[in-house]
């Protein structure tokens, strides 16, 4: 089985400051990697995935994930905060295979102050 | 432009009603899903489809069903729906293609539903 843990229901920083949203995954295969983001009364949206290759994947609007397999992390990151990056945002994994399901974290709140 | 659509963005129903919640998409995609968003708890799926006319079960079935008659539509059914059942609902599709495929297990979503029991 596979289970995805996201460390803090809630992260708020400041305008131009790091962003830094945590996960944490278990798989008994290889794993595939997302992260989506959701803004207000929408449905997700892709912001960048890891399927194989380069551990370092960047994404839209300026994120980027790393997947550190001996840490069975997948976080991302960005390096100045933007007032639009304010939504919610959802790590998943998937083992692959024939099993096209994924599995989503409780989500993370992005909350950006002026 | 890809697209998934469905077929209300806010929808309100009394206890004991039956509800249809459709999707809809255009990528000619195998998979599609049914997910239930609550706050705190992220996404569950309820329902998940590979094929035409073939379904399976996800994590929280009780008290829905489905139904997928064409490749592009994918049917939710609260037979009797229920105050619990208040919620968002998503759906989502994907391809099928192997590993080599730069779309493989990407899931593509509508923009939700929400759905209000009184």
């Known amino acids: 089985a596979q289970s995805v843990t996201q460390l803090g229901s809630h992260v708020s920083v400041s305008e131009g400051a790091l962003v830094l949203l945590r996960c944490n995954y278990s798989?008994?295969?290889?794993?595939?990697l997302f992260w989506y983001v959701q803004y207000p009364n929408q449905g997700l949206q892709l912001l960048l995935k890891?399927?194989?290759?380069?551990?370092l994947v960047k994404g839209i609007n300026g994120f980027e994930a790393e997947f550190k397999k001996s840490e069975t992390s997948f976080h991302l990151t960005k390096p100045s905060a933007h007032m639009s990056d304010a939504a919610e945002y959802f790590c998943?994994?998937?083992?692959?295979?024939?099993?096209?399901?994924?599995?989503f974290g409780k989500g993370t709140l992005l909350t950006v102050n002026p | 432009d890809v697209k998934v659509t469905q077929s209300s963005r806010y929808l309100v129903k009394r206890t004991g009603e039956k509800v249809f919640l459709e999707c809809v998409q255009d990528?000619?995609?195998?998979?599609m899903f049914w997910y239930r968003q609550d706050p705190g708890l992220g996404l569950r799926l309820i329902y998940f489809?590979?094929?035409?006319?073939?379904?399976e079960k996800g994590d929280i079935p009780e008290g829905y069903s489905v139904s997928r008659e064409k490749k592009e539509r994918f049917s939710l059914i609260l037979e009797s729906a229920s105050t619990n059942q208040t919620s968002m609902y998503l759906c989502?599709?994907?391809?099928?293609?192997?590993?080599?495929?730069?779309?493989?297990?990407?899931?593509?979503f509508g923009p939700g539903t929400r759905l209000t029991v009184l």
């Open positions: 989502a599709s994907s391809r099928q293609q192997g590993p080599g495929d730069s779309l493989y297990n990407e899931q593509f």
């Open positions: 990528m000619d995609h195998e998979n």
């Open positions: 489809s590979y094929d035409v006319k073939m379904k």
């Open positions: 798989s008994s295969v290889p794993p595939y």
């Open positions: 998943a994994v998937s083992s692959g295979g024939s099993n096209y399901k994924l599995t």
């Open positions: 890891y399927t194989t290759g380069a551990t």
